[in-house]
């Protein structure tokens, strides 16, 4: 159990354009999602955390206008990504928590965004 | 405030050798740790997790780590390694609600 898929695994888009990022919880009902960037040979930062129902609390220097985070329900969270720019590309992870303040995080497979 | 200092961004062990990542925390409350690996172009894949329970932690494929409380160590051992082991790995520590990861060590294993 606690399987977390995202889709699209990868994409390409053009600079100036929006791309949206689905995160779901296959198995259970997920309280709470984070959303993760990783650079290349990088570790992983944490962008935001979103609880269903609620706006997501988004980490210092992480442009809110820019990655639009949406947690409609227990099951699904999406991040928008607008107006693209090359320096967006970046591998994208979300993860899952079943309860809130639960310590253990499921993580989905990852999205490869590169804005040419 | 939490973090993880991961020593050795790069770690190269021949095949059947013991393999050892370090892992170091800073925590103001009673840590939960864990590893986690990262094979190119996937998501984390948790190895194991320590939660106050047994120090001694035994994960998946072999692994296992030491909660070491004197000296805020968690490191990552594998008494015999296998070519299937190369990848990247993360330590990380939990506050009950945000997971701070250290930098990553790859794994290599030479034939």
């Known amino acids: 159990g606690a399987v977390v898929s995202q889709h699209p695994s990868w994409v390409i888009c053009k600079s100036g354009t929006s791309v949206k990022i689905e995160c779901r919880s296959l198995?259970?009902?997920?309280?709470?999602m984070f959303w993760y960037r990783q650079f290349p040979k990088q570790s992983l930062m944490l962008m935001a955390t979103?609880?269903?129902?609620?706006?997501?609390?988004?980490e210092q220097g992480v442009e809110k206008d820019k990655f639009l985070i949406n947690h409609a329900s227990l099951t699904l969270s999406t991040l928008t990504v607008t107006s693209a720019h090359p320096e967006d590309s970046s591998f994208y992870i979300c993860?899952?928590?079943?309860?809130?303040?639960?310590?253990?995080?499921?993580f989905g497979p990852g999205t490869r965004l590169t804005v040419t | 405030a939490q973090s993880v200092t991961q020593l050795g961004s790069h770690v190269s062990v021949s095949e059947g050798a013991l393999v050892l990542l370090r892992c170091n925390y800073s925590?103001?409350?009673?840590?939960?740790l864990f590893w986690y690996v990262q094979y190119p172009n996937q998501g984390l894949q948790l190895l194991l997790k320590?939660?106050?329970?047994?120090?001694l932690v035994k994960g998946i494929n072999g692994f296992e780590a030491e909660f070491k409380k004197s000296e805020t160590s968690f490191h990552l051992t594998k008494p015999s390694a296998h070519m299937s082991d190369a990848a990247e790995y993360f330590c990380?520590?939990?506050?009950?609600?945000?997971?701070?990861f250290g930098t990553g060590t790859r794994l290599t294993i030479i034939p």
């Open positions: 320590y939660t106050s329970a047994a120090t």
């Open positions: 925590s103001s409350v009673p840590p939960y």
């Open positions: 198995d259970f009902q997920a309280t709470t």
């Open positions: 990380a520590v939990s506050d009950q609600e945000k997971l701070t």
């Open positions: 979103s609880n269903e129902g609620s706006k997501a609390t988004y």
């Open positions: 993860s899952a928590s079943r309860t809130s303040g639960s310590y253990e995080q499921y």
